[in-house]
């Protein structure tokens, strides 16, 4: 049974950090595309970032481009998002999801590309 697993999640101050990491278990995936998402209460799930398996192209979400950034770690079979300068609004419960019959060689920012999706580890910035 596939398995996306979240963790690195927390209550952090505004303009702190967090590292969110995504491990996948039961298949090794290759060549898929991976991404986060985030959903705040009371808002619809929205993109936030997203790798190619080379790691050679990232897209993010103009909210946080600047301040985030997705990496993975094949080996590990592992991605990870690295949030700096974090402010109030980027609390949410976060997501990480596997595209693992990618189309193109530029991964989604729609949530109805990817195919396998973990339960979410919350994000809660303080002012």
């Known amino acids: 049974q596939v398995q996306l697993g979240e963790s690195g999640g927390g209550l952090v101050q505004a303009g702190g950090s967090l590292r969110l990491s995504c491990a996948a278990s039961g298949l090794t995936f290759v060549n898929d595309h991976r991404a986060w998402f985030r959903q705040a209460p009371g808002k619809e799930r929205e993109f936030v970032a997203a790798?190619?398996?080379?790691?050679?192209?990232?897209r993010y979400a103009g909210s946080v481009s600047g301040r985030f950034t997705m990496s993975r770690d094949n080996a590990k079979n592992t991605v990870y998002l690295q949030m700096n300068s974090l402010k109030p609004e980027d609390t949410a419960v976060y997501y990480c999801?596997?595209?693992?019959?990618?189309?193109?060689?530029?991964?989604?920012?729609?949530?109805?590309?990817?195919?396998?999706w973990g339960q979410g580890t919350q994000v809660t910035v303080s002012s």
């Open positions: 790798i190619v398996w080379s790691g050679g192209n990232v």
């Open positions: 999801a596997a595209d693992t019959d990618p189309s193109t060689t530029v991964p989604s920012t729609r949530g109805s590309q990817y195919d396998y």
